[in-house]
């Protein structure tokens, strides 16, 4: 039991749910539809009991599916770490420069951010995957990150021998024109096994094939994006707030200077903040290394300038003209509307004739924003925020809310 415990940590007995996602269901076919793809053709391909070489290629593919499993489920059952619930400064003089948590009843440290599919307010937030459906964060980062690189290696080696079974075997049955092409497979086949190689093995192999290549593509890339935020200390929330900052200061033509408080000013440093021996970050997920010309609330003061900033630039009124049931992909708000639903697990909130939403952001066939509710609701914490097709709602005429800040230029 104890060595079980030192493989996967499991925070509660409860987290096991996480299993039961279909991210979790589809992330853990493919991996086991490549893995037993692979042993079986390298059976066929190249016993592993005859020849060193063969040896070698089996026992890297068993350690490759090892390893990939290891980081996987302990970035979706470690978790990212959550602040504590009702949580407050030690200091009472900073709380003006944190956010406030009305779902968690407590303030948000430097770096986090509350997740709504968690349901909880998450240390240094990266994002909420729903491949492992749980959050990348402060403790499972290193976890997550190694599992981009795993899943990649151990597929590209896949893909190899799905492509010289495939070889090996059509060769030796039907000429596709291959004459000229010759591959000396005398030492893989000093002994054959008798594993037939039939059409639905074909057929399997090829799949599987199709499945190592996209996922080597597809998570690789997605690997490159999070070395690069890591390399600069940082999370993919904090760059687009960085971002932000950059436009805002530019937008006002104010005089200040933003410098991100957590790049230590050395990739190497940045990286060992989250890869160790160990497997713990660094840090306790609240107090955190800066920059010698900032301090711990640098970024959370910038956070609370971009929230007036969006209050007065961004938020417009719109009122519901068509109503809407929330479905994800709508069949009858246009093809445009169906086909271009934004590919995000972000919420989509039903709509009826008379709402009134404030709108933040959106594409052209949807919009997001909030939903205006009574004061009943909103001193009970209630907020109503997601998706909606942009057919279904018109911009209020008697709106002022972004034509009264437009010209005017913010004190800061």
């Known amino acids: 039991m104890n060595f079980l415990s030192t493989i996967v940590t499991?925070?509660?007995?409860?987290?096991?749910?996480r299993l039961f996602h279909w991210g979790p269901i589809i992330a853990l076919s493919v991996i086991a539809i490549c893995s037993t793809m692979a042993i079986i053709d390298s059976i066929i391909w190249y016993w592993p009991l005859d020849t060193t070489g063969g040896s070698i290629n089996f026992i890297m593919l068993i350690n490759w599916t090892v390893l990939i499993l290891y980081n996987y489920f302990n970035a979706m059952f470690v978790g990212p770490g959550y602040i504590p619930l009702g949580w407050k400064p030690e200091t009472q003089h900073v709380i003006q420069y944190l956010q406030y948590c009305i779902v968690c009843q407590g303030y948000k440290s430097p770096r986090s951010h509350h997740c709504r599919k968690c349901n909880r307010c998450v240390m240094k937030m990266d994002h909420h995957c729903p491949w492992i459906n749980n959050c990348c964060g402060h403790l499972n980062h290193a976890y997550f990150t190694s599992f981009l690189l795993l899943a990649p290696l151990g597929c590209s080696h896949a893909a190899i021998i799905f492509i010289m079974t495939m070889y090996t075997q059509l060769y030796e049955r039907i000429s596709f024109g291959w004459s000229t092409v010759k591959i000396d497979m005398s030492a893989v086949r000093q002994f054959q096994p008798l594993m037939p190689f039939s059409v639905p093995a074909f057929a399997a192999t090829l799949f599987a094939l199709g499945l190592a290549l996209g996922t080597t593509i597809a998570v690789g890339m997605l690997f490159f994006i999070q070395m690069k935020v890591i390399l600069r200390n940082k999370t993919s929330i904090e760059s687009w707030i960085e971002e932000k900052a950059k436009d805002r200061i530019q937008h006002y033509q104010t005089e200040e200077?933003?410098?991100?408080p957590y790049d230590l000013g050395s990739r190497w440093l940045n990286f060992k903040q989250v890869f160790t021996w160990s497997g713990t970050p660094k840090g306790n997920g609240?107090?955190?290394?800066?920059?010698?010309?900032?301090?711990?609330?640098?970024?959370?003061?910038?956070?609370?300038?971009?929230?007036?900033?969006?209050?007065?630039?961004?938020?417009?009124?719109?009122?519901?003209?068509?109503?809407?049931?929330g479905a994800c992909c709508p069949l009858n708000k246009g093809i445009q509307a169906f086909f271009r639903t934004p590919c995000t697990e972000e919420p989509r909130i039903p709509l009826s004739k008379g709402d009134i939403i404030l709108a933040t952001r959106g594409t052209k066939w949807w919009m997001y924003g909030d939903k205006v509710l009574n004061e009943e609701k909103l001193r009970a914490g209630d907020r109503v925020r997601g998706w909606f097709p942009r057919r279904c709602v018109e911009k209020c005429h008697y709106d002022t809310a972004a034509g009264d800040g437009a010209g005017d230029k913010k004190v800061n």
Not at 292 to 314: F, G, M, N, W, Y
């Open 286 to 325: 609240i107090v955190w290394p800066v920059h010698p010309k900032c301090h711990q609330h640098t970024l959370t003061i910038e956070q609370l300038k971009q929230k007036a900033d969006k209050r007065v630039r961004s938020q417009v009124q719109y009122q519901v003209v068509e109503d809407y049931n």
């Open 10 to 17: 499991f925070e509660n007995l409860h987290e096991v749910r």
């Open 257 to 260: 200077e933003f410098i991100f």
